[in-house]
């Protein structure tokens, strides 16, 4: 695994020094609603921010919810009832972890600048360069750690949920257990309750797990007492495989309510993988960089900055940012952007509304969106969303139209491209070369703020120049880093 040198280091935490230093004061954290309603955007947030923003309604409500949808069930349940409760939970479980896995491949930059912050915050105090080592590695460790524990708290919704239905079967007359779930194993298991064990975080810490409990009588008479949670090596030892919510009759499909190996513990093992990589990663980075922070060629403060800045912006997002806010907050959870330098804003047509603002995609459709032009979203890989000019964040899902796209001086184009501005230098000529276009574009925008200033934009949108900086600036670091994903690939 290749790690940047400090010039590639240098070159994005600038670009971020820009684009905070023109932001100022950012936007309030508005408290997450006390609701069930978890969208895939809000998804997409709670992760890149650390599991922070959103938490209510992606992590204590959404597990509160879905648990309780479940125990809502009344008496006298038929078959369908109870598979019906138990469909709601597994689509409303699968939407999180779906978007829990496609996070994990990209945030590797993100934990790296925990260890980046790290090693200058140790410098910057005075500590010898092993302290450095050993801060970067905590701060590494600790930020996976957060993930673990979200994990941990999505498994055990889905153990009360499993435990709940089940239980319902058992009240019915005319129901048992074996009826709503089956095993997908190698043996004859009966489900003995539940319990709790612990388990070791990256970080060296502790959380408790809830637990399944079986039991089996194997060949020969031998007995299995395999205990079934978030990160054992349940499918090695016991032969259990997967829980399977029955279907009520032929009309319908078995669904896996809990397949370990592909839903929980993949997910698991790739979170220990992943802080393993950059644990072994530290040595080498703060040796080839110490000698840097001496020189003064990187400055302690301006990565501390920058990385602190970064945190937060993923953060500061709210239902009700305005556009270009809105687009540097998706921006930095890795969705592709059109090219700001000269866009205005793209009329968009979607359930048959007519809005405004820019259309984001994980991947834009060859790399460019065209005017006059019916996308679906369902042939573009992963979530697609328009940012109107208000800052609403309105996913598009089935088809869609791109009708005219606007220039900031009003007139039409025929395309807009989406790529992400690269901000990775190899050398000393390139990071200066760099930097004065960095200096060029901030000057650009700061004309463009006083054209809006002065009532002269001709886009007719309510648009601040210094989030266009921001967007382009925070779509540069997350490149950046997938950038340097591909080199290791």
Not at 20 to 34: E, K, R, Y
């Amino acid at each position: 695994m290749d790690r940047p040198n400090r010039s590639q280091i240098v070159a994005p935490l600038f670009a971020l020094l820009l684009v905070f230093s023109a932001l100022g004061g950012g936007v309030a954290v508005q408290p997450a609603a006390a609701t069930h309603d978890c969208s895939n955007l809000d998804s997409l947030v709670f992760f890149a921010s650390l599991t922070i923003a959103n938490y209510d309604k992606c992590a204590r409500d959404h597990q509160a919810g879905a648990v309780q949808e479940v125990r809502d069930a009344t008496t006298n349940q038929t078959h369908s009832d109870i598979y019906n409760a138990g469909l709601a939970h597994v689509a409303q479980t699968e939407q999180q972890r779906a978007v829990f896995a496609n996070y994990l491949n990209d945030t590797e930059a993100a934990a790296w600048m925990q260890a980046e912050s790290a090693v200058a915050s140790s410098y910057q105090n005075g500590s010898a360069k092993a302290v450095a080592k050993s801060n970067a590695r905590t701060a590494i460790a600790d930020y996976y750690a957060v993930k673990q524990v979200n994990l941990i708290d999505s498994w055990n919704a889905t153990v009360v949920a499993f435990k709940t239905l089940r239980q319902r079967a058992v009240n019915e007359s005319d129901l048992s257990p074996g009826q709503i779930f089956s095993y997908d194993s190698q043996r004859s298991y009966t489900f003995e309750g539940t319990g709790t064990a612990s388990v070791t975080l990256t970080n060296g810490s502790t959380r408790t797990v809830k637990t399944l409990e079986f039991s089996s009588t194997g060949p020969n008479g031998f007995n299995k007492y395999p205990t079934i949670h978030v990160a054992s090596s349940w499918s090695d030892s016991s032969r259990l495989y997967r829980i399977l919510l029955k279907a009520p009759n032929s009309n319908f499909e078995d669904e896996s309510f809990i397949g370990q190996r592909e839903d929980w513990r993949g997910t698991w093992i790739d979170i220990q993988n992943q802080n393993s990589g950059l644990q072994a990663e530290v040595d080498p980075f703060v040796n080839n960089t110490w000698t840097a922070f001496d020189s003064g060629q990187i400055n302690a403060t301006d990565v501390i900055s920058g990385v602190n800045q970064m945190t937060n912006y993923g953060v500061e997002y709210s239902e009700d940012s305005n556009l270009y806010n809105s687009v540097a907050a998706l921006s930095n959870l890795g969705l592709d952007t059109p090219n700001l330098n000269g866009t205005g804003t793209m009329a968009v047509t979607y359930n048959s509304v007519e809005r405004h603002g820019l259309v984001m995609a994980r991947e834009a459709p060859n790399g460019s969106w065209s005017a006059n032009t019916t996308y679906n979203a369902s042939n573009i890989s992963g979530p697609v969303f328009l940012v109107t000019t208000d800052g609403k964040k309105v996913e598009l899902n089935g088809e869609f139209h791109v009708g005219a796209i606007s220039s900031t001086d009003g007139s039409n184009v025929d395309n807009v491209t989406a790529t992400k501005v690269v901000y990775k230098t190899s050398n000393t000529s390139e990071l200066l070369e760099k930097m004065e276009t960095i200096e060029e574009l901030r000057k650009e925008m700061e004309a463009k703020e006083q054209a809006a200033a002065d009532g002269s934009s001709g886009s007719g949108t309510n648009i601040d120049p210094k989030y266009l900086l921001g967007a382009l600036a925070v779509i540069g670091l997350l490149a950046y880093g997938k950038g340097q994903q591909s080199k290791r690939d």
